[in-house]
């Protein structure tokens, strides 16, 4: 969100009034940053000696695994593996309270709910950062402040 935010506040710092290509832009920007942070996890996703997942780089990358079906963890392969076997849960001041049976379609709607955060996100960034500015309607640049003609300073 750093770089969405950065990319629309350079716009404005420059004058000009965000058009619908650079909100393309804004949200190509926001998919890739979504699909390299998993990538990112992808990545640091290593296999203990106990064959236990970790993130702390102990052991094996994940990519040297294969699974029941000879399917070597690619990142898609992963993202479905990760999809159909994460556990979720209830805690409270750093501990768990409660498990919840998760299935499939509960995280792959908890990975939509977080996929939809990071477009609204990307959007709202830019329309927050042009909100309050008036633009000309000719040159789309934002005014200084409010001209009106015939006026004349004294």
Avoid at 117 to 134: E, Q, R, V, Y
Wanted: glycine share 10%.
């Amino acid at each position: 969100m750093l770089s969405v935010s950065l990319y629309f506040w350079r716009i404005v710092k420059k004058g000009f009034k965000p058009t619908g290509r650079q909100f393309l832009a804004a949200l190509a920007m926001t998919i890739i940053t979504f699909v390299f942070i998993h990538y990112g996890e992808y990545k640091i996703t290593y296999v203990d000696n106990n064959n236990e997942i970790n993130h702390h780089l102990n052991g094996e990358h994940i990519s040297n695994y294969v699974d029941q079906d000879d399917n070597v963890f690619s990142f898609t392969h992963y993202v479905v593996y990760k999809l159909e076997n994460s556990n979720s849960s209830i805690g409270y001041r750093g501990r768990e309270i409660s498990k919840i049976d998760t299935s499939t379609g509960y995280n792959l709607f908890g990975m939509i709910i977080d996929f939809v955060g990071f477009l609204l996100g990307g959007i709202c960034t830019g329309l927050i950062s042009t909100s309050g500015k008036t633009h000309c309607t000719a040159c789309k640049r934002a005014y200084v402040k409010e001209h009106h003609l015939g006026e004349l300073k004294t």
